[in-house]
Nanobody, 126 residues
Framework: QVHLVESGGGLVQAGGSLTLSCIPS????????MGWFRQAPGNEREFVAT????????YYGDSVKGRFTISRGNAKNTVYLQMKSLKPEDTAVYHC???????????????????WGQGTQVTVSS
């Protein structure tokens, strides 16, 4: 079992920046593909970004390309989401997710992931 804890959310003005962190605990010796998803009230969970275990493959949702950057920390299963040029439509609860995997695999569908964090709220004011 892996527990994922997100942090770094908050209230920011449009055009501002935030960096989210996801720190795992538990079965962290396995290799994981990591992803970020978000969900706004009344909406389905939306893919944001994913990074392979190796770190050499990343993939982003169309709505965040060029503004968000996903990366892994020195502790390999730690993952960050750097968000720039934030827009009010980025307002959502952001969830970190992990899937057992290795190499350069990445996944964009929520159903592919094995573990989820509780989420951190990001609110962007206009």
């Amino acid at each position: 079992q892996v527990h994922l804890v997100e942090s770094g959310g908050g209230l920011v003005q449009a055009g501002g920046s935030l960096t989210l962190s996801c720190i795992p605990s538990g079965r962290t010796f396995s290799t994981y593909v990591m992803g970020w998803f978000r969900q706004a009230p009344g909406n389905e969970r939306e893919f944001v970004a994913t990074i392979s275990w190796s770190g050499d493959s990343t993939y982003y949702g169309d709505s965040v390309k060029g503004r968000f950057t996903i990366s892994r920390g020195n502790a390999k299963n730690t993952v960050y989401l750097q968000m720039k040029s934030l827009k009010p439509e980025d307002t959502a609860v952001y969830h970190c997710a992990a899937k057992v995997g290795r190499g350069s695999d990445v996944y964009t569908r929520p159903i592919a992931y094995d573990y989820w964090g509780q989420g951190t709220q990001v609110t962007v004011s206009s």
